[in-house]
Structures are given as structure tokens and as C-alpha cells.
């Protein structure tokens, strides 16, 4: 395995949106970038859930859903699959709605407008804290 191939982190992920059309772009837009693999696409708290499995890396989910929103689904994914980490997305952000999902156990946050790189860097890097872990101090 040569050095390129070894920097390639490859990352399970499930996207929950309930803007069809926004989740299956952003789905495409993963698979097509080096090193990403989504596992499924639901539209809602409740397929979401059903979707998650532990093949899954990191949920890619939408804050504000009709059926219980984000919050409600990070804090159901967390007591079921402890170690997906939950990446938190929005049209629109508030410091609250952010302070809430990190609450309810995502790791990260991120504008749906972002570029895919961004989004591809954010979840390259989204990781679960283990209990007991302390961040490192600089």
C-alpha cells in the first residue's frame, strides 16, 4: 500500500434529510470524492434510525426535520449506536439550535451551503470521544 493510498481514510455514512433532492445530492457528492462510502439515505427521524447500523461512521443529519428533528434524532442515535459520530447540518444556524445538537451528542456542526470540501473534511475527521478522554491541551 503506497502512502496515498494509506492517507485514505474510508468513512461509513449515513445521510438524514428530509429534503430528498438535498440528500441525494449530498450523497453523490460524497461517493464521489475518494475515501467515502454512504451506507444509506433516509428522509426522517424515524427511517433514519431504522437505517443506522454499525457499519455506519458518522450520520450526516439535518437539524430541523418535520418528525422530531435533529436533536431528537442525535439523542436516539447516541443510546443506540454510541460510537457513530453525528455531524449536524442547517440552512440556517442560530448559536442555540448549535449548542443543542452538540447537547444531544453531534461532534460537529456544519452550513449546508458549505463547500463539499468542507463537508468531506468535516466528516474525514468527526470522531466520538471516549469516555474518560480529555481533549489534548496546547
Not at 443506522?52 to 436533536?71: F, H, N, T
Not at 443506540?80 to 442547517?90: F, G, H, R
Request: charged share 25%; net charge negative.
Amino acid at each position: 500500500m503506497g502512502a496515498e493510498e494509506a492517507a485514505v481514510c474510508e468513512r461509513r455514512v449515513l445521510v438524514v434529510d428530509d429534503d430528498a433532492m438535498f440528500a441525494a445530492a449530498l450523497a453523490d457528492a460524497l461517493v464521489s470524492e475518494s475515501g467515502f462510502e454512504v451506507v444509506a439515505v433516509a428522509h426522517g427521524v424515524a427511517s433514519g434510525l431504522q437505517s443506522a447500523s454499525s457499519l455506519v461512521d458518522v450520520a450526516l443529519v439535518d437539524y430541523r426535520m418535520p418528525d422530531g428533528g435533529g436533536v431528537e434524532f442525535a439523542r436516539r442515535l447516541a443510546e443506540q449506536l454510541p460510537l457513530v459520530a453525528i455531524v449536524a447540518m442547517s440552512g440556517s444556524w442560530d448559536m442555540s439550535s448549535r449548542e443543542a445538537m452538540l447537547l444531544a451528542g453531534a461532534v460537529a456542526t456544519i452550513d449546508k451551503a458549505a463547500p463539499i470540501d468542507d463537508i468531506c473534511a468535516i466528516v474525514r475527521s468527526a470522531r466520538v470521544s471516549r469516555a474518560g478522554e480529555r481533549p489534548e491541551q496546547s
